[in-house]
């Protein structure tokens, strides 16, 4: 059973094994910096009536894909944990609502995917789950109507704002089998820095990427250099420079060829996806089809995993409020 040390990490002692994964995403970050590593690519619609029922789909199409991968049953698939950003996680809900298996929807913003893989790791080296499947999905048309304005209005966008990714990404944990291990976990504490600009999330989250951090490294007693990479998750360009500074104020230089985000580098920027990709969907397809591709070649065989969320909602926005942050942490390792 894991154990905690310091003040936020928990060191798993059995083997919690990534065994497969799988991710779908949207035509325009098929065509950007990653596209080869994705394994499928579809219309932002998916075929469907609505956005939300096209990311429903997503959900759903993801699922069976990593199913279909895999050389385990569904039968034998103890839990789900999964969410989105749709209200009430309906994407995931409706996505998954045929898989016959027990479900627990999460709700961390953009962090859910390192929240679904924190939870679901903890509960494979408990003892009592010996499949999870971890996901998360988004979708830019059903976010931007949520969140931000209807497309129809064409409305400009800010240097510092974020292209919300539609994609689904989703892993398989199990207690045995083979691939990268989570060696350990590090939930996030809420940070608040009092910034309500919905097109300024990277600086809102930053503060709570470098807090996980820190709690890290400090926690663990590692340098930064202990991990081949560090990736946050849709701090985007804006933010990842600011996290960059808040980690060297805390006397952490975080270089270049170790620390980078997967907003940063999910798209280019003459995509015109301003200061790069947000929203549940990107860290989960940066991970699932890249990441985990560069530990499986043994490019890299030490990840800290860090997805940040900004705890928002369409009114707490609408009403002035400010925009907490928070991230969680899991370190994956070839062992």
Same mark, same amino acid.
């Given at each position: 059973m894991a154990h905690k040390k310091g003040n936020q990490t928990f060191i798993l002692d059995k083997p919690v094994i990534i065994r497969h994964s799988a991710c779908i995403v949207g035509q325009k970050e098929s065509e950007g910096p990653l596209g080869k590593y994705f394994d499928q690519k579809a219309d932002d619609d998916f075929g469907m009536d609505t956005w939300e029922k096209g990311e429903a789909k997503f959900v759903e199409s993801t699922y069976k894909k990593l199913l279909s991968g895999c050389d385990v049953e569904e039968n034998l698939i103890d839990c789900i944990l999964a969410g989105d950003l749709l209200n009430q996680c309906t994407s995931s809900a409706?996505?998954?609502?045929?898989?016959?298996?027990?479900?627990? !929807?999460?709700?961390? %913003?953009?962090?859910?995917?390192?929240?679904?893989?924190?939870? =679901? +790791?903890? &509960?494979?080296?408990? /003892? $009592?789950?010996?499949?999870?499947?971890?996901?998360?999905?988004?979708?830019?048309?059903?976010?931007?109507?949520?969140?931000?304005?209807?497309?129809?209005? !064409?409305?400009?966008? %800010?240097?510092?704002?974020?292209?919300?990714?539609?994609?689904? =990404? +989703?892993? &398989?944990?199990?207690? /045995? $089998?083979?691939?990268?291990?989570?060696?350990?976990?590090?939930?996030?504490?809420?940070r608040d820095y009092e910034i309500s600009d919905t097109?300024?999330?990277?600086?809102?989250?930053?503060?709570?990427?470098?807090?996980?951090?820190?709690?890290?490294?400090?926690?663990?007693?590692?340098?930064?250099?202990?991990?081949d990479l560090v990736m946050t998750g849709d701090l985007g360009i804006t933010g990842r420079e600011l996290c960059r500074e808040i980690l060297k104020k805390h006397g952490v230089d975080a270089p270049k060829d170790i620390y980078d985000d997967c907003g940063a580098i999910i798209f280019d920027p003459e995509q015109?996806?301003?200061?790069?990709?947000?929203?549940?969907?990107?860290?989960?397809?940066?991970?699932?089809?890249?990441?985990?591709?560069?530990?499986?070649?043994?490019?890299?065989?030490?990840?800290?995993?860090?997805?940040?969320?900004?705890?928002?909602?369409?009114?707490?926005?609408?009403?002035?409020?400010?925009?907490?942050?928070?991230?969680?942490?899991?370190?994956?390792?070839?062992?």
């Open positions: 409706c996505g998954l609502k045929e898989s016959g298996r027990p479900f627990f !929807g999460l709700y961390g %913003a953009c962090s859910t995917m390192a929240e679904s893989l924190v939870n =679901g +790791a903890l &509960l494979v080296d408990g /003892g $009592g789950i010996n499949n999870a499947v971890c996901m998360t999905s988004s979708n830019f048309c059903s976010a931007e109507k949520q969140f931000r304005f209807p497309l129809e209005l !064409g409305c400009q966008r %800010a240097p510092n704002s974020q292209w919300t990714v539609t994609g689904c =990404g +989703a892993v &398989l944990l199990s207690s /045995g $089998g083979n691939g990268p291990r989570i060696t350990s976990v590090t939930p996030g504490i809420i097109n300024n999330m990277g600086a809102a989250m930053a503060p709570a990427a470098a807090s996980t951090i820190l709690s890290h490294l400090a926690d663990t007693e590692r340098d930064i250099n202990y991990y015109g996806t301003c200061a790069g990709g947000s929203g549940c969907g990107c860290c989960a397809s940066v991970l699932c089809a890249y990441l985990l591709k560069l530990l499986e070649q043994k490019h890299i065989n030490k990840l800290l995993f860090v997805a940040t969320g900004a705890l928002m909602s369409a009114v707490s926005t609408k009403q002035g409020e400010p925009i907490p942050g928070i991230a969680h942490a899991v370190a994956i390792e070839n062992v």
